[in-house]
């Protein structure tokens, strides 16, 4: 048993919800015992706040939810923004300019936050099916470019390129990594079919660290983080027990303290059975 951890931070997709995109009971029971041990539990997704709630409101957390990687810090007991990091906008502009044209030839679909809601250029079958895990309603809008020109006060919370085809988001990635230096963009995957743009300070490291020091006075030794993909990364290295779920690719396997088993054999079940009681 880990005795000095205090705050437990678990990812969504992957590590809390399978494929049934539910928590399990025994999973559910175990974050309560962790819980009446006085340790808190948070939740950071890369998903929307207004997705990520039903999530937060299941484990009975307390705390803010960290969304979008990080870039939305709020707290749904209160209503208080902790935090909010849209793209800068040329960046969004120019992330656009890019895609745009592979959306056209249909090697990916742009979607686009914008105050917590969903834009796109059309509803397509993949949009279909997003919208539908994420219990969210997206908005048709037409050309996106056209739509940031004619609203200039509109932030971006975070940009997202989806696609089944893995390879063309392979080259997307590699092509955006090499155009923006990680000061600059923050670049990530949270699923292989996904690549997600977000503010450079807006990862899950840093808004875990945010809650854990300024928020709640703690140290990184008295954080536990669980997570299962390259979005995980930043946060599993900055707590002091990084779990990566069994399902995880190897470097992020790689990256953590421990490994549990897949999130369809309990895997959060059993790293708080391990490490917390």
Do not use: C
Request: aromatic content about 6%; glycine content about 6%.
């Amino acid at each position: 048993m880990t005795t000095q951890i205090r705050l437990l931070v678990l990812d969504i997709d992957g590590t809390l919800a399978g494929d049934s995109n539910q928590v399990s009971q025994p999973v559910l029971d175990r974050i309560q015992a962790v819980r009446q041990r006085g340790i808190e539990v948070a939740i950071a997704t890369g998903r929307m706040y207004q997705s990520a709630l039903r999530f937060h409101r299941l484990i009975g957390s307390t705390l803010p939810l960290i969304a979008y990687q990080g870039a939305l810090i709020k707290s749904p007991q209160s209503q208080v923004l902790h935090r909010h990091t849209p793209l800068p906008r040329s960046l969004t502009l120019e992330l656009l300019a890019y895609l745009t044209p592979l959306e056209d030839r249909q090697d990916l679909s742009i979607h686009l936050y914008l105050d917590d809601q969903l834009h796109v250029r059309q509803i397509i079958a993949d949009t279909q099916a997003y919208a539908q895990r994420s219990g969210i309603e997206p908005l048709a809008v037409g050309d996106l470019a056209t739509l940031m020109a004619a609203n200039p006060a509109l932030e971006t919370t975070k940009l997202l390129a989806l696609s089944s085809q893995s390879d063309r988001l392979v080259a997307v990635l590699d092509h955006l990594n090499q155009r923006y230096a990680n000061t600059d963009l923050y670049l990530t995957q949270s699923i292989e079919s996904f690549v997600e743009a977000t503010h450079p300070l807006a990862n899950k490291g840093e808004a875990v660290r945010f809650l854990a020091e300024e928020l709640l006075d703690l140290e990184p030794h008295q954080v536990m983080t669980i997570g299962d993909n390259f979005n995980d990364l930043e946060m599993l290295r900055y707590a002091g027990v990084g779990i990566a779920m069994g399902n995880a690719p190897s470097a992020v396997k790689a990256a953590a303290d421990w490994v549990a088993p897949g999130v369809e054999a309990e895997g959060v079940a059993v790293a708080l059975e391990q490490f917390l009681l």
